[in-house]
């Protein structure tokens, strides 16, 4: 079975400094890694994806995602925080194994950025 | 535009009634989805449907009920054996690795 961690809960960072918001995951055969955000009481949105090709992903909003297949690890990054980022943010993972074709989701990271 | 419609946006029910979620896409996506979202929680899959006429369990399907009689629709029903279905449930439809979802109903019981 697939699966995704997203181990915290809570990511709090100031306004302007680097942020970094993990993820790990657990997948047969080669993962389709997705991050996304949700904003209060809305659907989800599409931030970015790794199919394959470059580790280094770019997204929408100035956001990237780093895939490392050895940590199996897809951490999303933002060199410079704002405060309109705030949100609740899932990274979910896809294999194409068999006849799993389904999103799997992690439990979500509260991002606050500080004025 | 193109895009996954649910509604309604927000829904009351009785305790004991059968309630239905509609969601409604024109992306042409062959697999559509429907999830349960609760406080840190995450997203839980409630069922999924990859062609019309078929669909499969997901992790928590029990006191729910789909239908998949067109490409375009997709919706749940929330049944009286549902015991605990207050929560905020999202439709999303994928094709190939995109993947899209509604704004999401928020199902309340009173």
């Known amino acids: 079975a697939q699966s995704v961690a997203q181990p915290e809960d809570q990511v709090n960072v100031a306004e302007g400094n680097p942020l970094t918001v993990k993820c790990t995951y657990s997948?047969?055969?080669?993962?389709?890694l997705f991050w996304y955000v949700q904003y209060p009481n809305r659907g989800l949105q599409f931030l970015l994806k790794?199919?394959?090709?470059?580790?280094l992903v770019k997204g929408s909003y100035g956001f990237e995602a780093e895939f490392n297949k050895s940590q199996t690890s897809f951490h999303l990054k933002k060199p410079s925080a704002l405060v309109s980022d705030s949100a609740l943010y899932f990274c979910?993972?896809?294999?194409?194994?068999?006849?799993?074709?389904?999103?799997?989701f992690g439990s979500g990271t509260q991002l606050t950025v500080l004025p | 535009d193109g895009g996954i419609t649910q509604s309604p946006k927000y829904l009351f029910r009785k305790e004991g009634q059968n309630v239905t979620l509609s969601c409604e896409q024109n992306?042409?996506?062959?697999?559509m989805y429907w999830y349960r979202q609760d406080p840190g929680q995450g997203l839980r899959l409630i069922y999924y449907?990859?062609?019309?006429?078929?669909?499969q369990k997901g992790d928590i399907a029990e006191g729910y009920s789909v239908s998949r009689e067109k490409k375009e629709s997709f919706p749940l029903t929330v049944t009286s054996a549902q015991k605990n279905p207050t929560a905020f449930y999202l439709c999303?439809?994928?094709?190939?690795?995109?993947?899209?979802f509604g704004q999401g109903t928020r199902l309340t019981v009173v």
């Open positions: 999303a439809s994928t094709r190939n690795t995109e993947a899209f």
């Open positions: 997948v047969s055969g080669n993962p389709y």
């Open positions: 790794y199919i394959t090709g470059d580790n």
């Open positions: 979910a993972v896809r294999s194409y194994s068999g006849s799993a074709r389904q999103l799997t």
């Open positions: 992306l042409n996506h062959d697999a």
């Open positions: 449907s990859q062609i019309v006429n078929d669909f």
